[in-house]
């Protein structure tokens, strides 16, 4: 295998050269992705804004998210690296004296969950743990919360996108425990699924894991959870459940404790989500400390990604297509401006959603959002 120094952020790694010429990268005999620095990225945002000790990459392959908070943010006091391919963790090793951070730095062996289950006492525990598997965390989730202190942080990556987006909802409610939905609003409902899925796992053994933050990005989802020892917080986190009922065939959408039998406007069959994560998705004072040290560390994207969230919690947990809105009604498409403008003049809150490509999110039920469409579709030229 032949490795090659590739430069993210301020760390220097020791890649394979296919991993970086190659799309998509080689996974054998190890795997990197250059494609997921905006991941690092946030992490090392993330971690220097929440100020923890200790670090745990479990899944390091390469070692380039441990090594990067290692490198970047020196108020982590050690950072431990677990891998079970032998030939990874030994470019972690090499990419670590490189550095000049392998004082900082321990390297374990080992299979992810077997070593999570190893720092189970509440004196071996990690400020911050990180999961960032091939597919599907659910596997690692219950391993990965034992593993984190209480008040730290726990991050997972799920790159099962169309499980969580509902292509496979029978694979979804296997791993995750509820119903997902494939609508224009996919992305953030399968976030709320994992959330939904670390909360219920979390409160089986008495720890309360509520949302720091969240982002969707290219074919993966990425969640930040606070984890809290004790009964009443797992109570407590419990209490974010519920469930989103859409329609499809007059589009509203509602959320509610329990599943609805039908549509709420309709009357009609309608699709339910859940059980999921129904309430707020960020730390809010976290997250914006969090844009402010990506954009003091020169990392503009995640600097982007986590500012998208700002006042976010301040809507429903989903979001309008205006392009389907625009069909249902059969008009050509409206400017957006105008639609915002008309939502905002009728006294709604409105932004665009972090968590698709495209989407409007307001406090204005469907019925508003048609009037506005309307309105903006009938209206002239823009001045």
Partial sequence: MKLVRHVEGKTTLLVPQASITADP???????????ASLNRDITVALTAADGGETFCDSTAGVGARGLRVAREDPGVASVTLVDFNAEALGAARRAAAL?????????????TNAFLATR??????????????FG?????????????????????????????????EGTCKRRYGGAPLNNHFHHETGIRLLFGAVARLGAMVDIGASPVAAHSTRHYLRVFVRVR??????????????????CSRCGETQRSASPEAGCPSCGKRARVAGPLWAGNVTEEETVRSAARKAREMGMAGAAETLGSLDGVDGFPPW???????????????????????????????????????????????????VRAVKAAAGAGPAP
Avoid at 25 to 35: C, E, G, Q
Avoid at 124 to 129: C, I, T
Avoid at 136 to 162: E, F
Avoid at 229 to 246: C, F, N
């Fill in 136 to 168: 599907t965390p659910a596997r690692h989730i219950q391993g990965a919360l034992a593993a984190t202190s209480d008040g730290g942080v726990l991050s997972l990556t799920a790159t099962d996108t169309a499980v969580l987006c509902g292509v496979h």
């Fill in 120 to 133: 189970f006492g509440r004196d071996k525990r990690f400020d911050y743990v990180d999961v960032d598997p």
């Fill in 319 to 369: 979001s309008f297509s205006l392009e389907r809105v625009c069909s249902s009604l059969k008009v050509a498409s409206a400017p957006e401006d105008r639609i915002y403008r008309a939502l905002v003049d009728a006294g709604h809150r409105v932004a665009r959603t972090p968590f698709e490509k495209k989407g409007l999110k307001t406090d204005a039920g469907y019925a508003e959002v």
């Fill in 99 to 111: 550095n000049r951070v392998a004082e900082r730095c321990t390297f374990e062996p080992s299979e």
């Fill in 229 to 246: 020892a004790g009964a009443s917080r797992a109570d407590a986190a419990l209490k974010g459940m519920g469930y989103v009922t859409w």
């Fill in 25 to 35: 990268p080689p996974t054998s005999p190890v795997f990197f992705n250059p494609a």
